[in-house]
């Protein structure tokens, strides 16, 4: 079985940029969470969606993070414009329930110049 | 406002030995727990989880117990393997309308030597 897809696995880009990762979940999951990990702060959860509709966003850092998911097998998380500070690791993960263990992609590392 | 702590940053064991690593929760909304592992340039796999109402589940060499009074929960597993040697991350949910939201603790990298 397929696993969370996430392209591209590594971005370098330079600041004022806008930046697109991307993530295709597993087939047949309702649940779709970003995720984001630096030495600082950790694994926190940025935004996670079910059903394609955004439920939970407060862990989106300021207005210039945006995430959709237009379908059940597309989400994208969006930053425009880029900062040097948003350099991490993002991590996609889908479930099938909400109680369920979510399931995680390997990751975009982002570095922002 | 560090909700899930794991004090360990690292733990060091022989092949065949016991490891057990550790971790501690403030939030008393918390009633799921999981621990996921970790290896380099991958994402976290989740291992094992725990429901506030069992204080243990089993899963092979996998064993989590969680002690609810003292907030604390603990994954052991016997024997330890060179494979196993990884970062280890708990995590927890609060039930309700944020049981799909997971608080991750900051992770324990786990040696095992051959």
């Known amino acids: 079985d397929a696993g969370v897809i996430q392209s591209p696995r590594h971005e370098v880009t330079e600041m004022g940029q806008e930046v697109t990762l991307r993530c295709k979940p597993i087939?047949?999951?309702?649940?779709l969470f970003w995720y984001r990990q630096t030495m600082m702060r950790g694994l926190e959860l940025l935004i996670y969606?079910?059903?394609?509709?955004?439920?939970?966003d407060s862990g989106m850092p300021e207005d210039r993070f945006s995430a959709k998911m237009p379908n059940a097998s597309f989400s994208t998380l969006k930053i425009q414009p880029s900062e040097p500070r948003d350099s991490a690791v993002y991590f996609c993960?889908?479930?099938?329930?909400?109680?369920?263990?979510?399931?995680f992609g390997d990751g975009t590392r982002l570095s922002i110049l | 406002d560090q909700q899930v702590k794991q004090n360990s940053p690292s733990l060091s064991v022989q092949e065949g030995r016991i490891s057990i690593l550790n971790c501690d929760y403030t939030?008393?909304?918390?009633?799921?727990f999981l621990w996921y592992k970790k290896y380099p340039a991958e994402g976290p796999t989740f291992l094992i989880s725990?429901?506030?109402?069992?204080d243990k589940n089993e899963d092979g060499r996998f064993t989590v117990f969680l002690n609810k009074s003292a907030k604390h929960l603990s994954l052991h597993i016997v024997p330890s393997q060179p494979g196993d040697s990884a970062v280890y991350f708990c995590?927890?949910?609060?039930?309700?309308?944020?049981?799909?939201?997971?608080?991750f603790g900051q992770g324990t990298i786990l040696t095992v030597h051959p």
């Open positions: 995590a927890a949910s609060a039930g309700g309308t944020s049981y799909g939201k997971l608080t």
């Open positions: 939030n008393s909304m918390f009633d799921y």
């Open positions: 969606f079910n059903n394609n509709v955004p439920i939970d």
């Open positions: 725990i429901s506030s109402i069992k």
């Open positions: 087939s047949g999951h309702d649940y």
């Open positions: 993960a889908s479930s099938l329930m909400g109680y369920q263990p979510q399931h």
